[in-house]
């Protein structure tokens, strides 16, 4: 396990040092944001003057030794367009992020793998095939259009839900959340089912394609055979050797979410940080750019470090060492 | 497909307007919804926009955007994944190390987020697009065909081959190749689905096609600022299309991928 978490580790590092490098490398080499600071017929001196204060005088490899400096201390720099410290501005952010994708999350779970349970189990009836063909529409949808016209049917010509932003937010263990209000779940439903579509779409597939793989086995046939319930053989038997892929699925699920938030967010408003990185782009706000892009690169490397974890829960032949 | 491919190759001869040519269109048309609804033109089957561009011409012309994308994309993502990967397994070494750690640091970040990333950088354009899907796809490819090389290379008749001293090129190509080909057609169709998705959405958040070649998922971006005034049918109809076409791909892909693996008969 020791052995395990320092090769954890040792990837990390290594991953970051990657990343920070490619962000500093392009976010330097192209688009200069001091044209956005100033006036329109800024003279030579106060384009100057921008550039100091941006630290952009400076060659480059002082820039990236600065950087890396600086955010090993969790100083991205102020982000240029709202002048506050760009990592504290993704944190504030990210609670409304974050639990949009739990509730995609749930929402995959819930729907997800019991579908693919059934239609695994039983390939050849009706309910099954439409599940298929559902689902295979459901991963050539584009995501933003699954959220328009979720806009257009819930709330502009039912008017039972609200278009935008996130409603009322109460405290749960003294976090801000949507989740602890009813107008908050009432804003946070739509975004979340745009968001999980296409999961529930991947998670069917994957989990129908395991199932039916499993229920030819033997022990499957034995375990109906001893008079084991229908139920119990599905989701006990066959279902658990199933996990695996599943499992490792969901990580990388997690990680796209995470990405497609980007889109659900600037669709409905969401305050989340996807949004702040899609304007931050629009504005090349570098600061939040790379402190986002740090952000999520060590949450997937956390997010894959826990899914290892998982591994070893379901299936206890798996040696992390190896 | 055949009808996706034929309305994006034909369609032009066929629509009522070229909605990119400013002497073809009429603001007196805009705002008219679909035929069949009331206030609907005969003309306009599926309604106009804001500007008076007919939504069913704005889509047969977005198709060609988007799949030229997806295709010429998945095309040059093959060749520099599959010869990456060639020259990854055949060598070895350090080349090897190096592709598949970069390959790996790939991997461990969504493609979506890479591809906003690196759009971000470049800037609009389609042949920016391009090389962001490329940037992003390579992966795939590269692994099937670096796998494929190892375990051919262990065999005894490409030792043999090496003896009576075939070039290193020849022994890929004869022996090599013809064992990947079929995965490597089921994961470009689908990624040609994929890439005209990941395209769409790249295009709705802005940092896709220019703005003077739309493609569908542009064409949705225009349409939704103007989905709370009412015009639904600006954006809905080509998001639908792109379903249709991406839809179709994933069909194949599938039906391609149970008829070539011979494990599932």
Redesign the interface.
Known sequence: MAQYLVKRIMQLI??LF??SLLIFV??SV??NPVYLMVRENASEEEIQKAMEYLGLDKPLPVQYGRFVKNALKGDFGMSYMYHRSALQLILERFPATLEVVIVAMLLTVIIGIPLGVFSGAFPKSRFSRIVMVSS??G???????IG??M??VFS?NLGILP?SGRGAVGSILGIETSLATVDGWRHIILPAITLAVQNIASIIRLTRGGMQENMRQDYIKFARAKGVPRRKVLFGHALKNTMIPVVTIFG?QL??L???T??TE??FAWPGMGKL??DA??SSDRPI?SAY?LF??VM??FI?FVVDILYTIIDPRIDLNN | MFFVLLTAIFGPYFTVQNPYDLSDIQLADAYKPPAYLEGGDAKFILGTDQQGRDILSTIVYGSRVSLFIGIVGTLLTCAIGVTLGLISGYFGGKIDALIMRIADVQLSFPTMLIAIFLMSLLGRGIANILISLALVGWVRYARIVRGEVLSVKKQEYIEATKVIGLPNFRIIAKHVLPNVITSIIVLSTMQVGSFILTEATLSFLGLGVPVTRPSLGMICSDGYQVLFSGLWWVSIFPGLYIMLIVFGINLLGDFLRDELNPKLK
């Open positions: 290594m991953v990657i990343v392009f976010t192209l688009g295979i529409a991963i050539s949808l584009p995501s933003f259009w328009m016209v806009i257009l502009l278009v990388l990680g796209s995470i990405a497609f980007t889109i600037t669709i990185l899609i782009i629009n750019i892009i999520v690169a997937y490397v894959n």
